[in-house]
């Protein structure tokens, strides 16, 4: 269903989230007990018009006042944006094999070679095909 966006009983289409932010919303939607992740749920309510599911009824999704522990979540990831140090909104991608590399998580891209450029200081014309198989004599 991932991949082809298709019910395979019914044929027809279902929703795939393939986004990052989409994917993030669904699990803390799916884990609406957990206080990291009130912040989260409590804008899922409020763009779909139903804030009857956020406050203190039994009916309620959520509660109407976030709980402490959310409270100092946020915080502390406020205060980890602030200092620089990376937030726990990345993702790893596992390497790839059909073009060599090393199986495990994928480090940061390497700096592709900007070629020759006349202008730049320094420049070196490359060898071409041609004359790297030429023999002397």
Known sequence: MYYTGLDPFTKQEVYIAKGLR??????????????EN?????????QAGRQDLTGNGCDCLIPANPPKEAIEARRRAATRAVQ???DDDHYHTV??????????????EPVKPTGYR????????????????????
């Open 95 to 108: 390497a790839n094999p059909a073009r060599d590399e090393k199986p495990g998580e994928r480090g940061p």
């Open 38 to 46: 009130y912040f989260a749920v409590r804008e899922v309510p409020l």
């Open 22 to 35: 989409d994917r993030k919303m669904q699990r803390a939607l799916m884990q609406f007990f957990k206080s």
């Open 84 to 86: 620089g140090e990376e």
């Open 118 to 137: 006349p202008g730049r200081k320094g420049a070196k014309r490359r060898q071409g095909k041609k004359n790297s198989g030429r023999q002397k004599g």
